[in-house]
């Protein structure tokens, strides 16, 4: 996650928790206990990424260029700012499918009409389940639109379709994948030849950090349990993190994370931390009806031996 400044710490939400959208005010209610990152503000949780007790997970990006809001807001229809949808997904649906079945319910609205201005927010959206299917939410049309992604990687930039396109010149792809037919849970959705093609670029942008993590996602040792792929996680997560150069750039890799949609355990990093904290959403956790945030200090420790 990517910000001038840490913004986001993990936290969990309780089922039956009580929150006002901030366009509208409107009030909605949890259905799902959630674990993830995010922080309180305006009556609401804003929540980057994270996971439910039923093994969604959910993570928001910045989507530059890329979204078409909702100006009017249509009747019947549940209205929310942009960034408060990883949340209201998370908290409202048990799966994958549960979001398509739904996603039509709901507009992402401009700031025409909000209670309170908050700009034009541009975001598009991951979410992933314990089957293995992988998605893409953007909001580029009406209804909002939902890509398939079984590559399992996505970053800023948009037009996801044109992202697939050009990585066809650093990896050959499976007929499965050129044919939409990939099976829940293909660990490779690339033949593993990349005799002839193009070294992935080293640079930051969005469209060489999909590039350099596509690549060594689908050429990385699989692994055999969670902590291995937590492991590769961290590893691959390696290549596209970004350092802190105020001169340059305002802004940096403030945290990583990753979440296990079958354990429910969740992952996090802080961008100076050097150890990474493992929260899992337990029977007991979920079983509490209060909101919390826990405090995981961003800072350098070692260990002296």
């Given at each position: 996650?990517d910000?001038?400044r840490?913004?986001?710490?993990p936290?969990?939400c309780?089922?039956?928790f009580?929150?006002?959208?901030?366009?509208?005010d409107?009030?909605?209610?949890?259905?799902?206990?959630?674990?993830?990152?995010g922080?309180?503000?305006?009556r609401?949780?804003?929540?980057?990424?994270?996971?439910?007790?039923?093994?969604?997970a959910?993570?928001?990006?910045t989507f530059?260029?890329g979204?078409?809001?909702?100006?009017e807001?249509?009747?019947?229809?549940?209205h929310l700012?942009p960034?408060?949808?990883?949340?209201y997904?998370l908290?409202?649906?048990r799966?994958v499918?549960d979001?398509?079945d739904?996603i039509?319910?709901?507009?992402?609205?401009?700031?025409?009409?909000s209670l309170k201005?908050?700009?034009?927010s541009?975001l598009h959206?991951?979410a992933c389940?314990?089957?293995?299917?992988?998605?893409v939410?953007e909001?580029?049309?009406?209804?909002?639109?939902?890509?398939?992604?079984?590559?399992g990687i996505?970053?800023?930039s948009?037009?996801f379709?044109r992202?697939?396109?050009?990585?066809?010149?650093?990896?050959?792809f499976?007929?499965a994948?050129?044919n939409?037919?990939?099976p829940?849970n293909?660990?490779?959705v690339?033949t593993?030849?990349v005799?002839?093609?193009?070294?992935p670029?080293?640079?930051?942008?969005?469209?060489s950090r999909?590039?350099?993590?596509?690549?060594?996602?689908e050429?990385?040792?699989?692994p055999q349990?969670?902590?291995?792929a937590?492991d590769?996680?961290w590893?691959?997560?390696d290549?596209v993190n970004?350092?802190k150069s105020?001169?340059h750039?305002?802004t940096?890799?403030?945290?990583?994370?990753?979440?296990?949609?079958e354990s429910l355990?969740?992952y996090y990093q802080?961008?100076?931390?050097?150890s990474?904290?493992?929260?899992?959403?337990?029977p007991?956790?979920m079983?509490?009806?209060?909101?919390?945030?826990?405090?995981?200090?961003?800072?350098?420790?070692f260990?002296?031996?």
């Amino acid at each position: 996650m990517d910000w001038p400044r840490l913004g986001a710490r993990p936290l969990f939400c309780p089922r039956n928790f009580v929150w006002n959208s901030i366009y509208d005010d409107q009030q909605y209610t949890t259905k799902y206990a959630l674990i993830g990152s995010g922080g309180a503000h305006d009556r609401e949780i804003d929540v980057s990424d994270g996971v439910n007790e039923c093994g969604l997970a959910v993570q928001k990006l910045t989507f530059t260029n890329g979204s078409e809001l909702v100006t009017e807001p249509g009747a019947g229809k549940v209205h929310l700012a942009p960034f408060e949808l990883s949340f209201y997904l998370l908290a409202n649906y048990r799966s994958v499918q549960d979001i398509v079945d739904h996603i039509e319910e709901i507009e992402l609205m401009a700031d025409k009409h909000s209670l309170k201005k908050y700009g034009h927010s541009e975001l598009h959206f991951a979410a992933c389940d314990s089957t293995g299917r992988n998605i893409v939410i953007e909001p580029v049309t009406s209804p909002i639109e939902i890509i398939e992604n079984p590559l399992g990687i996505l970053t800023n930039s948009n037009h996801f379709d044109r992202q697939i396109e050009r990585l066809g010149k650093y990896l050959d792809f499976t007929p499965a994948f050129l044919n939409h037919a990939v099976p829940l849970n293909a660990p490779r959705v690339t033949t593993g030849n990349v005799s002839g093609k193009s070294i992935p670029p080293g640079s930051y942008s969005p469209g060489s950090r999909f590039i350099r993590a596509a690549y060594l996602k689908e050429r990385i040792d699989l692994p055999q349990t969670e902590n291995e792929a937590v492991d590769n996680c961290w590893h691959i997560l390696d290549s596209v993190n970004v350092p802190k150069s105020q001169e340059h750039q305002p802004t940096y890799s403030v945290y990583r994370a990753a979440v296990c949609c079958e354990s429910l355990n969740y992952y996090y990093q802080p961008y100076h931390a050097k150890s990474v904290v493992r929260i899992q959403l337990t029977p007991e956790l979920m079983a509490s009806n209060q909101l919390k945030f826990f405090d995981v200090k961003d800072r350098i420790q070692f260990v002296d031996i």
